[in-house]
């Protein structure tokens, strides 16, 4: 069972209203590039949807930070600022989840911090390779 690991810094989904449709805010249409990439990553893995997801954002560990702090951070909760969970796992369900389905299972999702930024959909058992 292999994780999926995409390299990006993950981004939550934007309050969007009903003039987006028509006009994008510059938000809306990084959001739309956002999700396109996630989209294309999973695509190339040979991932297809799956009704029961876990998954793990991983924000990356500020440059300015003392070495120290650095090291002690990494792999701890992401607690301290926006985005919001929820919003996340919105985020890559409109990338990978079709129009018709829904997710019946959320398993273990995290927020943490890392060298490295990621998004990090677990036990993704039905790769293709």
Request: charged share 25%.
């Amino acid at each position: 069972m292999a994780d999926l690991v995409i390299d990006l810094m993950p981004q939550s989904k934007p309050h969007m209203s009903f003039l987006d449709k028509s006009k994008a805010r510059p938000c809306v249409a990084r959001y739309q590039k956002f999700v396109d990439l996630i989209r294309h990553y999973c695509q190339e893995a040979g991932y297809t949807f799956q009704n029961n997801v876990s998954m793990t954002f991983v924000f990356p560990i500020p440059k300015s930070w003392p070495k120290w702090k650095q090291e002690e951070m990494e792999g701890k909760p992401h607690n301290d600022r926006p985005p919001a969970l929820f919003s996340l796992i919105e985020s890559v369900q409109d990338a990978l989840v079709p129009e018709k389905y829904q997710i019946d299972t959320y398993g273990p999702v995290r927020k943490i911090w890392g060298r490295k930024e990621q998004i990090i959909i677990h036990n993704a058992f039905n790769l293709k390779k």
